[in-house]
């Protein structure tokens, strides 16, 4: 059993001066204002249109982020109309297969990685110990981390068992779109998310309950203002 945090990777389309040059020019078709020459102009010109309600023109450009969340954050993701998903498929992904290391992947929660110490990124065998409680070795560093807690020993425990039954399923012959029935939520997914600025705009304005989307959609936010910051200036 493999087991990790939510984190993100950010793709960019074009170079940024490259996207400034092509919105600018799309502002020079809508008004016919003289087009910026240089970047810091072209900054200022589509800061001002933003600040102004003008958002149409963030539609020319966009990025694409490659996600590793679990099932359940990934569906968070598609409820936003625009955007373009593509989601790994437990269909095609025998994870018995010696490319996934024969193991299933997990995403832990934050509430579940740090509390009450951090549980690092990595393959792990459990055990249970009388005096000290569930032992979390990672086969790779050899370190173990007990856990105490019952509700989180439970977490781990359901995850292994449904390790345990998804590889034996498959092992013994059972069809990769019933085997994947007996996985979590709680498995990790890999997404891409592809949208234009505006569309992304949209998706960091955008109240999420969930905490832990909430959080990698702050993350996200954080790094593509600094990578695009003529595009998310309008946005605290």
Same mark, same amino acid.
């Given at each position: 059993?493999?087991?990790?945090?939510?984190?993100?990777?950010?793709?960019?389309?074009?170079?940024?001066?490259?996207?400034?040059?092509?919105?600018?020019?799309?502002?020079?078709?809508?008004?016919?204002?003289?087009?910026?020459?240089?970047?810091?102009?072209?900054?200022?010109?589509?800061?001002?249109?933003?600040?102004?309600?003008?958002?149409?023109?963030?539609?020319?450009?966009?990025?694409?982020?490659?996600?590793?969340?679990?099932?359940?954050?990934?569906?968070?993701?598609?409820?936003?109309?625009?955007?373009?998903?593509?989601?790994?498929?437990?269909?095609?992904?025998?994870?018995?297969?010696?490319?996934?290391? /024969?193991? @299933? #992947?997990? +995403?832990?929660?934050? &509430?579940? !990685?740090?509390? =009450?110490?951090?549980?690092?990124?990595?393959?792990?065998?459990?055990?249970?110990?009388?005096?000290?409680?569930?032992?979390?070795?990672?086969?790779?560093?050899?370190?173990?981390?007990?856990?105490?807690?019952?509700?989180?020993?439970?977490?781990?425990?359901?995850?292994?068992?449904?390790?345990?039954?998804?590889?034996?399923?498959?092992?013994?012959?059972?069809?990769?779109?019933?085997?994947?029935?007996?996985?979590?939520?709680?498995?990790?997914?890999?997404?891409?998310?592809?949208?234009?600025?505006?569309?992304?705009?949209?998706?960091?304005?955008?109240?999420?309950?969930?905490?832990?989307?909430? /959080?990698? @959609? #702050?993350? +996200?936010?954080?790094? &593509?203002? !600094?990578?695009? =910051?003529?595009?998310?200036?309008?946005?605290?």
């Amino acid at each position: 059993m493999y087991l990790q945090r939510p984190k993100f990777e950010i793709m960019p389309h074009l170079a940024y001066e490259e996207m400034l040059a092509l919105v600018c020019r799309a502002i020079h078709v809508f008004d016919k204002t003289q087009d910026p020459v240089t970047p810091v102009y072209r900054e200022v010109t589509i800061k001002a249109r933003l600040e102004n309600g003008i958002f149409s023109f963030g539609e020319c450009v966009g990025f694409s982020v490659v996600l590793t969340v679990d099932r359940g954050m990934a569906q968070e993701f598609s409820r936003h109309g625009i955007a373009h998903l593509i989601q790994e498929n437990p269909l095609y992904c025998d994870y018995s297969k010696a490319i996934f290391g /024969s193991q @299933v #992947s997990f +995403i832990m929660p934050n &509430a579940i !990685r740090t509390i =009450p110490y951090i549980i690092p990124e990595g393959p792990y065998e459990m055990a249970h110990d009388i005096f000290k409680g569930l032992a979390l070795k990672n086969t790779e560093t050899k370190e173990t981390r007990y856990v105490t807690d019952l509700g989180r020993i439970a977490w781990f425990l359901g995850l292994k068992e449904a390790e345990e039954k998804y590889l034996g399923a498959v092992k013994n012959g059972l069809e990769l779109e019933n085997a994947s029935g007996l996985l979590p939520s709680a498995t990790k997914a890999e997404v891409v998310i592809t949208a234009n600025m505006r569309e992304w705009g949209f998706i960091f304005e955008t109240h999420i309950e969930n905490s832990e989307v909430r /959080s990698i @959609v #702050s993350d +996200i936010f954080i790094s &593509a203002k !600094r990578l695009f =910051p003529a595009f998310f200036s309008h946005i605290d």
